[in-house]
């Protein structure tokens, strides 16, 4: 039971239901009594289950008075705990729909315990085909999973798990991490690695209770949000990559009608260089102040993107070329071959170190 005393259980919860009190009767049978229930702007009609929660059970309930979202509603726990609770070692944040288990909240606590200095999760396995696993669940998860894999090197097999367990170190870093519904678990991902916290992994049970149909999670609009934390990266190198490529065009054109005498890879070679000197400063400018907000003077930066650039323009002039000698197809096509093999290499070495704040 010595565990349980050092643990404080964080339970952001919307219009609950009766699951609500069989979760916190199973906690307090278990021997957790610090209990931190966020009322995130419920009805009136909810308030039953939060006076239970508070007279019966004992927890602190904190109190949103319009919805904020379940980000918000961690960081609020968050803040109480930092600032109100100097002897909480560790907190473990749980979903409040009964789909977490007594043994694998245990487990989470013990591990964050023992590794303080780590994001510790609880995950699910979806490549179990016997699990009961909502498709729209499975999808999304996996789906994200490939999309953190390729675009970050993070290698997670549930991103989107609410079972979570922090520090005070963690929690005092993860109170400063945007994003306020459903986006900020997988921000909180990011931040973790770009601030050098590792991610620690522990195999929970996966459940589903009455297909997820509890769940506040839109599978839409809290998807694009949850994405949006990619796409404005995709985005300034797709606008980027499209100047590239039309300058590249208009440089052939434009080399091959001036100077007819130069062969074909020596015309490809020279609107590779220009096109991408161009592209380039765009790319930089918009990925420094739109997209990884570094505030940095230019100097570091600068200089580790031009060596990337530098990098990036001869690999995409060599290879174009090498293809072209090798299939004789349209050059335009085998750079846009070339260069989307590029276009994720440059992606991460960008976020994990050109722009690493």
């Not at 473990?92 to 043994?103: E, M, N």
């Not at 097999?157 to 170190?169: E, H, K, N």
């Not at 020596?266 to 997209?291: C, G, M």
């Amino acid at each position: 039971m010595e565990l349980e005393k050092n643990v404080s259980i964080i339970i952001p919860s919307l219009s609950p239901d009766q699951k609500l009190i069989a979760l916190l009767e199973d906690l307090r049978e278990a021997g957790f009594d610090r209990i931190v229930l966020v009322n995130d702007g419920s009805t009136a009609e909810y308030d039953s289950y939060f006076a239970i929660a508070k007279e019966q059970f004992g927890c602190t309930v904190l109190t949103h008075a319009v919805n904020q979202g379940k980000g918000r509603a961690i960081k609020t726990a968050f803040n109480y705990l930092l600032s109100e609770c100097p002897d909480c070692e560790v907190a473990v944040a749980v979903d409040s729909d009964g789909q977490h288990r007594i043994h694998d909240i245990r487990r989470v606590a013990a591990e964050t315990l023992a590794n303080p200095q780590t994001l510790v999760m609880g995950c699910r396995d979806f490549s179990s085909k016997n699990a009961d696993i909502p498709l729209r669940s499975r999808f999304g998860n996996v789906t994200t999973s490939r999309v953190l894999r390729l675009f970050c090197g993070i290698t997670l097999s549930d991103t989107q798990t609410g079972l979570r367990g922090f520090s005070r170190d963690t929690m005092r870093l993860f109170l400063k991490t945007k994003g306020e519904r459903f986006e900020y678990e997988m921000n909180m991902i990011l931040d973790a690695r770009e601030n050098g916290v590792d991610l620690r992994e522990v195999p929970i049970d996966t459940v589903y209770i009455e297909e997820n149909r509890t769940s506040h999670f839109n599978p839409l609009k809290d998807s694009l949000r949850i994405y949006a934390v990619f796409s404005k990266f995709i985005l300034a190198s797709l606008s980027s990559f499209v100047v590239d490529i039309g300058l590249y065009a208009l440089f052939v054109f434009l080399i091959g009608s001036w100077l007819p005498a130069f062969a074909k890879t020596q015309i490809i070679v020279i609107a590779s260089v220009a096109a991408r000197i161009l592209s380039a400063l765009f790319n930089y400018l918009v990925n420094k102040n739109q997209v990884f907000h570094n505030h940095d003077k230019h100097g570091k930066s600068l200089w580790r993107y031009a060596v990337l650039a530098l990098v990036q323009m001869a690999c995409s002039a060599w290879g174009t070329a090498q293809l072209y000698s090798l299939l004789k197809w349209n050059s335009a096509f085998l750079k846009l071959v070339v260069d989307c093999v590029l276009f994720v290499i440059s992606f991460r070495l960008q976020r994990g170190w050109v722009f690493r704040k």
